[in-house]
């Protein structure tokens, strides 16, 4: 069962994810919350292993949320939910080291699939955020160029994943094992010094290795 935790201030949203997973076949929907005031008491007791984390919440915003996670529990995996109508609130959200990013508008059988997969070990981005933070990024100034060090095999992979693609689909473009892009991913983000697809998103964009 893969144990679900929500944070929305949408009242009517979260009604309609904890319909969503109580229905699902292998989710335990543990609570869902519309702020993160009692976060930290909240990820000791429930030990969630997927948090749905919104962005805009009063207090404490889905960033800084995702932070705290990642020190208390780091084996706890987040997936960012989002409008993307601040591109600073995107990159920021990139940074703070969630494994996937979602739009609100993203099809209830479709968050099923990304939470399955980001529980998988896998990440996920979908295509009109990765196209956001494109944008954003060819709008900043040039970094220092990295030697990244990159094989021609993980440049493909992650020039894929930064168009939004999911581990599933970039092994059925590359014609690979779903095993083998995320070996390939761990490489990545050893070579990249990071620790999550944001950070080597955002590395990538910003060094034009993609």
């Given at each position: ?7 929305d ?6 009604e ?13 929907f ?27 919440m ?56 990304c ?49 939004g693609?999911s ?6 473009k ?18 990249l010094?990071?620790?999550s ?14």
């Amino acid at each position: 069962m893969i144990k679900i935790l929500l944070y929305d201030d949408n009242r009517e949203r979260r009604e309609s994810l904890e319909e969503l997973f109580t229905c699902a076949t292998g989710f335990s929907f543990l609570g869902a919350f519309p702020d993160c005031s009692r976060l930290k008491s909240q990820i000791r007791e429930y030990s969630p292993d997927i948090i749905l984390m919104d962005i805009r919440m009063p207090g404490v915003n889905g960033i800084q949320a995702t932070q705290l996670v990642k020190q208390i529990s780091p084996s706890t995996k987040i997936i960012i939910q989002t409008v993307y109508d601040d591109d600073e609130n995107i990159f920021n959200s990139l940074k703070a080291g969630a494994e996937g990013y979602i739009l609100k508008s993203t099809p209830a059988d479709k968050v099923i699939q990304c939470i399955e997969e980001v529980h998988g070990g896998g990440a996920v981005i979908t295509p009109s955020i990765a196209l956001r933070v494109t944008r954003y990024f060819n709008t900043q100034p040039l970094a220092v160029s990295v030697e990244n060090g990159l094989t021609s095999r993980e440049t493909e992979v992650l020039q894929l994943m930064t168009q939004g693609l999911s581990y599933k689909m970039v092994a059925a473009k590359l014609g690979i094992t779903y095993n083998t892009v995320n070996a390939h991913v761990k490489k990545i983000y050893e070579k990249l010094s990071v620790n999550s697809l944001g950070e080597a998103v955002s590395v990538a964009l910003r060094n034009k290795i993609v």
